[in-house]
């Protein structure tokens, strides 16, 4: 009879591995990266090449994908979203063989840590099938899951170890998670009451507190020692019908388990369509990283050459477009969208109309007036800001922070203007979240696949267009190859769907023409 109920362990044993942090080694000396020139990363897309594949570029995805340089919180002034791959590299820990030797394929040497790297970026956006946030009153769900996974099926568990730290000046949770592995544990009961039982668990895990070529595991958060939590249940050992956290793990216990689907089922998907298995898509395919792992060169496959083939990675920039890049901009180009927000309690607004427009230069910065527009053309408040000529970005050097310069206020009855300096204007404004997502994004276009939008307002040709992930959300950017006489369709998004914020282009130009 199985002891499930007392110890369990995955049938394959989690090893540990780099996290592979979203910084750059410019932020701190000691960061390795899977972007770096020599990396995991630029190894595979020489390995590509040297198979006879397209060159995936996926070093240089990786680097828009993630938000590498930083430009996202600079941009935005929020926080970066996204810190490393630690989930990647626990869902390959509990699915994949560990690398334990260096491989040299088609002249180039893949050291232990370049193969667990390319094995985390082909789990980072793994399907899971079990996903559940744990509450102070979830123990039970802990404690169950525990048994069925890795007592009875033999699985690995993955655990958002950490509570959400609470944030002194808010006083509300700020959201970090830290990802570990767990692959054993064993229960020690004492009777509590009727049907009711203390449960001391010790739970094994990985930890990615090492170097990328370290081969083993090492344990979190003690090497050679388990994570200890404390617990109440109520009901049977097996499936308890509730408990709580008691002791120290009541400030002290996991926030949320999860679980990648089964490795046969995600490799099926590849084999139908490489890159299928994967939530958020990434050019490193699972396929060839296993040639990799193996030691051998891949067999050149059609279905791989068509996958790469459609991301449109022949897409240059012409001449023409390169002595003007990022995208040329003149005064006068606008930019006209429909705009609906969500309020305080969740509702959408009706749409309304804003004008973006360039409407000078300063030095080294473009300045753009932002408003919305009333009956007649009117825009009662137009923000300016200053955006950086070469990178785009909010400018430092705009009179206040975030790119803000003043807001000009006009009466609707008179059409006088009046200028505001209090950046609480522009930072209260619900087009502040929809345009400071703006000036990063036209850089990373080149790397995305090709679509085709149409948008009714701008008649029935399509657009050939590019999605991009955005902090919150997805943007859709005409191609940098796409230009119109009436105006630059390169130099702004055509739609945004974000958290609080929906936007469509409806009209462009150029004022005067």
């Not at 994908?65 to 626990?90: I, L, P, Q, S, V």
């Not at 994004?441 to 090709?450: F, H, I, K, L, Q």
């Not at 040709?461 to 919150?472: E, F, G, T």
């Amino acid at each position: 009879m199985s002891d499930y109920l007392n110890r369990g362990e995955a049938t394959h044993p989690a090893w540990s591995g780099y996290w592979w942090p979203m910084l750059t080694n410019r932020d701190r000396s000691d960061y390795i990266n899977l972007y770096d020139d020599g990396g995991p990363l630029d190894k595979y897309d020489q390995y590509c090449v040297a198979c006879g594949f397209p060159n995936p570029r996926s070093k240089e995805f990786e680097g828009w994908r993630h938000f590498a340089d930083k430009r996202m919180e600079e941009a935005t002034g929020f926080a970066a979203f996204w810190w490393g791959h630690c989930n990647g590299w626990a869902a390959a820990s509990v699915l994949e063989d560990e690398p334990t030797s260096p491989r040299e394929v088609c002249g180039i040497n893949f050291q232990v840590g370049d193969q667990k790297g390319l094995l985390t970026v082909c789990h980072n956006g793994d399907p899971v099938d079990i996903i559940r946030k744990l509450g102070e009153n979830d123990a039970h769900l802990f404690h169950s899951t525990l048994i069925q996974s890795i007592g009875k099926e033999k699985r690995g568990l993955i655990f958002d170890t950490k509570l959400d730290p609470i944030d002194p000046q808010t006083g509300e949770p700020r959201r970090e998670v830290w990802n570990y592995p767990a692959y054993r544990y064993q229960f020690d009961y004492s009777e509590a009451g009727p049907n009711t039982w203390d449960v001391t668990a010790q739970v094994w895990f990985a930890n990615d507190a090492v170097m990328p070529n370290f081969v083993g595991v090492k344990n979190w958060p003690i090497d050679e020692r388990p994570k200890v939590y404390a617990y109440r249940i109520v009901g049977s050992k097996e499936y308890p019908q509730s408990g709580y956290w008691i002791g120290g793990s009541r400030l002290d216990h996991p926030d949320l388990m999860w679980r990648p689907q089964p490795l046969s089922v995600q490799n099926e998907a590849e084999a139908r369509s490489p890159g299928s298995s994967q939530t958020n898509f990434h050019p490193t395919l699972r396929t060839l990283v296993y040639s990799i792992v193996a030691g051998e060169k891949a067999t050149v496959s059609q279905t791989v050459v068509s996958r790469y083939q459609s991301l449109d990675l022949h897409w240059v920039v012409t001449p023409e477009e390169q002595e003007a890049y990022p995208p040329a901009l003149q005064v006068g180009d606008f930019w006209r969208y429909a705009v609906t927000t969500q309020d305080t309690i969740g509702n959408w607004t009706r749409p309304f109309l804003i004008h973006v427009e360039v409407v000078g230069w300063d030095k080294n910065d473009w300045v753009f007036e932002v408003g919305a527009i009333h009956e007649g053309d009117i825009i009662p408040e137009r923000h300016v800001l200053y955006f950086d000529k070469e990178t785009r970005m909010l400018s430092d050097a705009s009179p206040y922070p975030g790119g803000y310069a003043y807001t000009l206020r006009q009466d609707i009855q008179t059409r006088a203007f009046v200028r505001s300096d209090d950046p609480a204007l522009w930072e209260n404004s619900p087009l502040r979240r929809l345009l400071t997502q703006v000036p990063y994004a036209w850089d990373r276009a080149g790397m995305e696949p090709v679509n085709q939008v149409t948008l009714r307002a701008l008649g029935r040709s399509p657009i050939a267009c590019r999605k991009l992930a955005v902090a919150k959300g997805v943007q859709t950017w005409a191609d940098h190859t796409v230009s119109s006489p009436r105006g630059n369709l390169r130099g702004m998004f055509l739609t945004a769907d974000l958290d609080k914020v929906s936007a469509q282009l409806i009209d462009f130009g150029h004022k005067n023409t």
